[in-house]
């Protein structure tokens, strides 16, 4: 009898820690993803109606008669992101920071590299996996694949210029003004995009490296880039 128990007792506590490694497993799949949608959705929301309102980018600054832009705020978006690559309905909004509540709603842009559109390297991270998977299809990107952001002012459209690169997370230089190993051979307007690499893990980076092709006011339509 007692052997009985045993055998009952712990397969009652397999069935019971199997119950909670599911529904672990369907929080970190699911879960996370929808809450992460949501908060994406709101975001590029908030900024269309920001931009709807009110003076956008160097307007605003002229306004106010400063002649520097205003900082980005920590932990707020201040751009969308397409990649046509990615698919026609693959949209992220763009955050200050790097956070990982930031990271969570939406791109996340390095702190300390170069305003978008601006000389020198604008360098933004986002999740391979969970909180929405913006990244999931990182590794597809090919060269001469757009990227196209906007403030609600201007489109940016970079293109990449090589496959993703693998390196590991202490490789801090894929940020720098001119990116080591990303073959640019000197200073001008460029864009980094960093995942974690395994797609479920984290022991390694994929960096993608793209440089400015063209600009266009939001006014004057979308960019080519957009419209197939």
Not at 113 to 126: E, S
Not at 190 to 207: A, D, K, M, N, V
């Amino acid at each position: 009898m007692r052997v009985r128990l045993v055998i009952r007792t712990l397969s009652e506590a397999c069935l019971t820690v199997g119950t909670v490694i599911v529904l672990f497993v369907v929080y970190i799949l699911y879960w996370t993803g929808v809450r992460a949608d949501r908060a994406m959705d709101g975001e590029i929301d908030r900024l269309q109606d920001r931009w709807a309102t009110g003076p956008v980018g160097g307007a605003a600054t002229a306004a106010q008669g400063r002649a520097e832009p205003r900082p980005y705020r920590d932990g707020s978006s201040f751009a969308i992101m397409y990649i046509p690559r990615f698919g026609t309905d693959w949209v992220k909004p763009v955050l200050e920071g790097t956070a990982t509540d930031t990271l969570k709603k939406g791109l996340g842009h390095y702190a300390r590299t170069a305003r978008l559109g601006a000389r020198g390297n604008f360098a933004v991270a986002g999740h391979r996996r969970t909180y929405g998977d913006p990244f999931k299809d990182f590794p597809r990107l090919r060269p001469g694949d757009a990227v196209v952001l906007t403030d609600g002012a201007t489109w940016y459209t970079y293109r990449i210029d090589q496959r993703p690169y693998r390196t590991l997370p202490t490789d801090v230089g894929v940020i720098d003004p001119v990116p080591r190993k990303s073959g640019f051979r000197g200073p001008g307007r460029y864009l980094t995009l960093t995942t974690c690499e395994p797609e479920w893990g984290h022991s390694h980076r994929l960096i993608a490296w793209a440089h400015l092709d063209a600009t266009r006011p939001v006014t004057e339509g979308k960019p080519e880039a957009l419209l197939h």
